[in-house]
């Protein structure tokens, strides 16, 4: 087992060592992939050695390395050592964290970690979470919480606000709980992509006069293309006065809390009445980890607790099983990574991650401009800025600069270079740039930007 073990260990630490120096990564085409892959199941078994090398050969360069220092699309993910050993820890302790009785010091650490969330968030200690698969499953987990304040009637005149930058989990979720595609009510923004509390009040009001229910709004504190965060406090306020359910999507945003900046950008998180955080976007963990908290915390088993014949030896009293506060039973010990990682970094590493990383924007940004070949579309929120290139001294259709955009960001994925990937902001698209990386420094930026403006150079119109 040792000897096994090692082999992993050994391929694992160069590989983590030697990340940016490494490609990018790829994305093959399904048919290549799947003749290199496809196979009936054996019958009988083969050396480690050879499987292992099967899996270096043929499925690692099948992927894009999210925790490349310039792999900048989507949210990325980019771990430390010691939270993947945490989550091999896990993996081998193979703790059942789903009930006390079986996993107490699971549910411990998970208690642990969600209590130093909250600490700084600023939430109250009587607040419970739980860690999830993901923010998709954490928004899903807030709007069943949220739901179980309606009565069966009221859930078929029920509102749930959302602004046009949410994240589109919170559509799957309202689907997945039955709302009707008329009762999502998406919001406009303002130029800086964020949702005025008058246009919440102005909606909430008009919607009472013509007979439906204000429930629930999803706010962002750090939306998905922009890293915008929405008012949070008048928000908060106005749901209190109107009743409505304030749930935070912070999925990407809420490491920021650890910066003075950021602090007051999230000014009035603490006062929703639900939050998803995920430690696997800005908190250097690896997948899965997401979290939802609930303000007042006993709602969340109040929504969710099942009592089984066959979960009949369960203890009374105060011992926390997490499956009451969530979809599911068998849940593994996400907690584990996080505690590993905090507690062998300190907060102090978390910190100067977030600093470094909105940096990084600003610094993408006055790179940018300084070429002459790009136009901000939204400025550096968090860590996350959106541009688009328009070819200087050419008048250009918006539907050509689309084309041309868009083929911007496959030509510098196909570098294998740096990834970025694209979203559309007012209806036309822009390239975007998230940094959550402790391992991106100004020499990738830099290198990113040239790159950009290499290609930019050379593109021929659409
Ligand atoms: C703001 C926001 N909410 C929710 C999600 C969904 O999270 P997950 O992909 O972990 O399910 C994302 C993912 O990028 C996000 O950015």
Not at 219 to 245: F, I, K, M, Q, Y
Request: aromatic residues 8%; glycine residues 8%; neutral net charge.
């Amino acid at each position: 087992m040792a000897a096994f073990a090692h082999q992993v260990l050994a391929w694992s630490a160069h590989d983590f060592a030697h990340r940016d120096r490494q490609r990018v990564g790829s994305s093959p085409p399904a048919a290549e992939l799947a003749a290199r892959l496809n196979e009936p199941a054996p019958e009988h078994g083969r050396p480690f050695e050879e499987v292992l090398t099967e899996f270096i050969d043929k499925i690692v360069p099948a992927v894009y390395r999210t925790d490349h220092p310039r792999f900048l699309g989507f949210v990325p993910s980019a771990p430390s050592f010691y939270a993947v050993l945490g989550d091999w820890l896990a993996t081998t302790l193979n703790a059942f964290a789903g009930i006390w009785l079986e996993g107490a010091g699971a549910a411990q650490v998970e208690e642990v970690v969600l209590g130093w969330f909250k600490d700084l968030l600023g939430y109250p200690s009587s607040a419970a979470g739980s860690l999830t698969s993901g923010g998709s499953e954490a928004n899903l987990t807030a709007l069943v919480v949220a739901r179980e304040r309606l009565s069966f009637d009221d859930r078929s005149r029920a509102v749930l606000y959302v602004s046009g930058l949410r994240h589109r989990s919170v559509d799957r979720a309202a689907a997945v709980i039955g709302l009707r595609p008329e009762q999502v009510q998406v919001l406009p923004t303002d130029s800086r992509f964020r949702l005025p509390a008058s246009t919440l009040a102005a909606a909430v009001r008009r919607d009472r006069e013509e007979g439906r229910l204000p429930w629930c709004l999803v706010a962002n504190a750090g939306a998905t293309s922009t890293g915008s965060v929405d008012p949070l406090r008048d928000l908060a306020a106005r749901c209190r006065a109107e009743g409505v359910w304030l749930h935070a999507d912070a999925a990407y945003g809420w490491p920021a809390v650890l910066t003075p900046e950021g602090r007051e950008l999230l000014d009035g998180l603490a006062e929703a009445d639900s939050i998803t955080l995920d430690p696997h976007k800005w908190l250097a963990q690896p997948y899965e980890a997401g979290c939802l908290l609930v303000r007042e915390g006993h709602q969340l088993a109040d929504a969710f607790r099942q009592r089984a014949d066959y979960l009949s030896d369960l203890p009374d009293g105060d011992a926390v099983n997490f499956t009451d506060r969530g979809l599911a039973l068998t849940r593994r010990f996400r907690a584990l990574k996080v505690w590993v990682s905090v507690k062998c970094h300190g907060l102090g590493w978390f910190r100067e991650l977030v600093v470094r990383n909105c940096l990084a924007a600003e610094y993408a940004r006055r790179l940018l401009a300084a070429t002459g070949l790009f136009q901000v579309v939204s400025p550096p929120q968090l860590s996350i800025l959106c541009f688009r290139h328009v070819p200087p001294g050419r008048k250009a259709g918006v539907d050509e600069l689309d084309r041309l955009n868009l083929r911007l960001a496959e030509e510098l994925r196909a570098t294998g270079e740096a990834f970025l990937s694209t979203t559309r902001l007012a209806d036309r698209v822009a390239l975007r740039l998230c940094f959550v990386n402790w391992r991106t420094t100004a020499a990738d930026v830099e290198r990113v930007v040239e790159l950009l403006a290499e290609l930019a150079g050379k593109a021929e119109p659409g």
